[in-house]
């Protein structure tokens, strides 16, 4: 289904159990044969034509055909469902930490839209085209497209077992109200209910040229500001010494100060600079401060201890460097972090 560069696949399609069957710009696309599997209700191998790579393209080349296209080799929206059905709740965070085409997102909007879900996603991705396609396809899906091709939705969906079989006339009943909750005029026509394999289902059809429902959801989009840290290795022939780590003076101070203020404590940061310049803020009694100026040396002596405002137990400050004994600090009950080596690096 997928490129996998080894010796498995070829012995796979020599033995049979894999077959080809057809090409994608090409590259063969493989399908597996009649495989078994044992133990477990998750299958192992999946053989629906709908999970195969040419899926994943038609539905993207669907969303972007004013583009061309847009992604080599998209994972198909259905198998990404069933993936994220079978092994977790309505509730879930789904994290994909390798994005793509942002087929993760799609699914869980479907899924949300399906089932009446809370589910949430991150998705994460460092290439050229997190804007123009990861995030332009949640875009696209939550405003609506255009159709390039006859598009089905999948409204409803029950998966029959033995256990549950005693209920199809209830999910039979739930198909019909998921298709009458609909607006009028959503789609061009409603397939179902009717059974695909052992589910019962409703779709959605929009005909090629019409327009596809948006779903209900939504997204933020951020990218990546600037390192905090600058470090620069030191020679190779200098096999013991260490980096020399300094923090980057074109970040903002606010960003530095909410990083500060995130590794000690993991909680919402409040600006409270107006009470103190160096102070980030009070947690579970404890204060901390950040005597951070850029290009600057900030030294903690009882001319900056005068400055604190607030008193914490401990009273936590980072600055450059300390000029008080450690017995002078505990007697005060301040703690002294120095800058940059003692700031986490996350």
């Known amino acids: 289904m997928y490129r996998k560069t080894s010796a498995v696949p070829i012995s796979k399609i020599e033995s049979g ?4 069957v057809g090409t994608e710009n090409g590259r063969p696309t493989l399908i597996f044969g009649e495989n078994s599997t044992v133990g477990g209700q998750i299958p192992t191998i999946w053989l629906e034509k709908e999970f195969h790579t040419t899926s994943g393209t038609q539905e993207l080349s669907s969303l972007f055909a004013d583009q061309g296209k847009v992604f080599d080799y ?23 930490s390798f994005a793509g085409s942002g087929t993760t997102g799609h699914a869980v909007m479907n899924l949300n839209e399906r089932d009446g879900g809370s589910r949430r996603y991150i998705l994460i991705e460092l290439g050229d085209y997190a804007d123009s396609v990861t995030a332009e396809r949640q875009r696209r899906i939550i405003g609506g497209h255009l159709a390039k091709r006859e598009t089905r939705t999948r409204l409803y969906e029950k998966k029959l077992t033995s256990g549950n079989l005693k209920n199809a006339a209830r999910f039979v009943d739930e198909a019909h109200a998921a298709i009458n909750a609909l607006p009028q005029g959503s789609y061009d026509t409603i397939d179902g209910p009717k059974m695909d394999g052992p589910s019962i289902v409703v779709e959605g059809v929009t005909s090629s040229g019409s327009h596809v429902p948006g779903i209900d959801s939504g997204f933020s989009y951020y990218e990546l500001g600037p390192a905090l840290f600058d470090v620069e290795e030191p020679p190779i ?4 010494a260490s980096p020399s780590i300094s923090l980057n003076a074109s970040v903002p101070i606010e960003a530095v100060r909410r990083y500060v203020w995130h590794t000690e404590t993991r909680a919402s940061y409040v600006d409270r600079t107006a009470e103190c310049p160096w102070l980030l803020g009070e947690n579970a009694q404890a204060a901390y401060y950040l005597a951070y100026v850029p290009g600057q040396e900030t030294v903690l002596d009882y001319g900056l201890l005068k400055e604190l405002t607030v008193k914490g137990h401990p009273t936590v400050v980072y600055a450059s460097r300390c000029a008080l004994s450690q017995e002078q600090l505990d007697a005060m009950g301040v703690v002294f972090k120095q800058i940059p080596s003692q700031i986490a690096r996350m």
Not at 17 to 20: F, Q, S
Not at 237 to 240: C, D, E, N, R
């Open 74 to 96: 998209p994972k198909p929206v259905r198998l990404v469902e069933n993936v994220i059905y079978a092994v977790s709740n309505r509730n879930a965070l789904v994290l994909d």
């Open 237 to 240: 022939a200098s096999k013991s």
């Open 17 to 20: 159990d894999l077959e080809v």
